[in-house]
């Protein structure tokens, strides 16, 4: 079986959530299940891509991740596109073999039994301005299937106040799972330059509001990377 890859970079720094800072390479996969309206990786989702997707061997993925990472373990962050439309087990088990650990982020719509394998599940349910309803059911789903990783973790986009309650109901539902929320990023075209102080005033407007509420349980982090490279690619 071949996997269908978008990209595969690195290594770099996890930007995002519980690892952020971490060294990592990232395998990106193509295809997912989800249309967000504010994606920022839509080469990795929309069909118009496929043409710059290739579709690789577990071997050759591997292989990558071991030229890339110049063969010292380290964290493989799998990424999309949804990951959790593919078979990765083979992949994880050839990297666990070596030493290297394993996160995975997805939106939570798709279990698979190789959840279990990973060292850090990331779910990321997608709030009202995505456009996208979740499925509780599958998302439940998914923590079961994560249960016997190190830790699974739930990441939430804001966008604004609609997204912020909406996040509130959603770590109600999964008080379980350590909580981290990200100001989303509106300018996703890898060509236009992002705007740092957009950016920072919409993390201020999220940790102000958050603190208001005296609401202490999550972690609130912006995206490292954007704030390095902007909406850049393989970074
Ligand atoms: C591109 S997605 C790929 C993995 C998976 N499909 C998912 O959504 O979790 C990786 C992460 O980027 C986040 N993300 C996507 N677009 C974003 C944006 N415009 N601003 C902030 N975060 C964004 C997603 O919510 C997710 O946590
Ligand atoms: N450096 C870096 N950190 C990230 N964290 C999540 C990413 C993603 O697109 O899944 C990402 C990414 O693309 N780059
Ligand atoms: S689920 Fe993730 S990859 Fe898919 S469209 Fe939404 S943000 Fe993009
Ligand atoms: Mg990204």
Request: charged share 20%.
């Amino acid at each position: 079986m071949s996997l269908r890859i978008a990209e595969i970079f690195g290594p770099t720094i996890q930007g995002e959530g519980a690892l952020i800072g971490e060294p990592t390479v990232f395998v990106r996969t193509g295809g997912c299940d989800y249309r967000c309206s504010w994606c920022d990786s839509l080469h990795a989702v929309e069909s118009r891509y496929r043409d710059t997707w290739a579709a690789m061997s577990d071997e050759a993925v591997w292989d990558e991740v071991l030229r890339l990472s110049g063969g010292q373990p380290l964290t493989v962050s799998l990424s999309g596109g949804n990951p959790a439309i593919q078979d990765f087990a083979p992949v994880i088990a050839r990297g666990r073999a070596a030493g290297y650990r394993f996160a995975c982020e997805t939106q939570g719509s798709v279990a698979r039994p190789w959840f279990a394998e990973l060292d850090t599940l990331v779910l990321s349910p997608k709030p009202p301005s995505s456009g996208e309803t979740v499925d509780w059911d599958a998302f439940a789903a998914c923590v079961r299937a994560g249960s016997a990783a190190r830790q699974t973790v739930m990441k939430i986009v804001i966008f604004d106040g609609t997204d912020y309650a909406w996040a509130r109901d959603a770590h109600a539902r999964h008080p379980e799972l350590p909580l981290y929320l990200q100001p989303g990023n509106p300018e996703v075209d890898p060509e236009t330059p992002v705007d740092p102080q957009a950016l920072a005033d919409r993390l201020g407007w999220l940790v102000e509001r958050t603190m208001a509420d005296t609401w202490f349980t999550p972690r609130i982090l912006p995206q490292l990377h954007v704030l390095i490279w902007g909406n850049k690619r393989g970074v």
